[in-house]
């Protein structure tokens, strides 16, 4: 006759559960200690990166002032500073529910991003510009600059892009007239 194992408890091998008991521990230090190496590497690359950039405060004061205007007109949108593509990122970004032309609603992406990279002569600013998920024209989306010691050449170019992306953004959400009308 055979006896089913369902009425007998199982036994449990206490040696092979403070085995795993074990591994976990090690692998949760492993991990921990991992995730730790990581962010030092992270600041270590981050801090050199930032040492090259000299006028970095501020363009990313300015990049905050003419960020809060905009965010004081479209509160879907947030800010962020981080590296991106070995450069500096200054971005605002929002996932906002639109309706496209066939009127399908779903979560369009628009943003305003600004990569700064250090160059012999100061800083280089490559700003990029995506409406309701469409990116600008190319010969509008990207654009380079390079400040002149002393000018304001790079407070206009900042204000200049703000606006031209203002201008797509709430045309394209109809949320207010063109400012070139």
């Not at 979560?107 to 280089?124: I, K, Q």
């Not at 790079?154 to 045309?171: K, M, N, R, S, V």
């Amino acid at each position: 006759m055979n006896s089913t194992t369902s009425d007998t408890p199982i036994e449990r091998d206490e040696e092979f559960a403070q085995s795993l008991r074990q591994l976990r521990t090690q692998g949760e230090e492993r991990r921990q200690r991992a995730l730790e190496r990581d962010a030092r590497a992270r600041d270590a690359q981050l801090g050199a990166h930032l040492q090259g950039l000299d006028g970095l405060a501020a363009l990313r004061q300015r990049f905050e002032a003419l960020a809060a205007d905009l965010l004081a007109e479209a509160p879907a949108f947030e800010t962020s500073c981080r590296l991106f593509d070995g450069r500096y990122l200054l971005e605002v970004s929002a996932r906002e529910p639109f309706t496209d032309t066939h009127g399908r609603s779903r979560r369009a992406l628009s943003r305003l991003g600004f990569l700064v990279r250090s160059v012999a002569d100061g800083l280089e600013v490559e700003c990029h510009k995506t409406v309701a998920d469409h990116d600008l024209l190319p010969g509008n989306a990207r654009a380079a600059h390079r400040p002149e010691p002393g000018g304001n050449a790079l407070d206009a170019f900042l204000e200049a892009e703000f606006l031209e992306f203002a201008e797509a953004y709430f045309a394209a959400l109809g949320r207010g007239p063109t400012l070139s009308s």
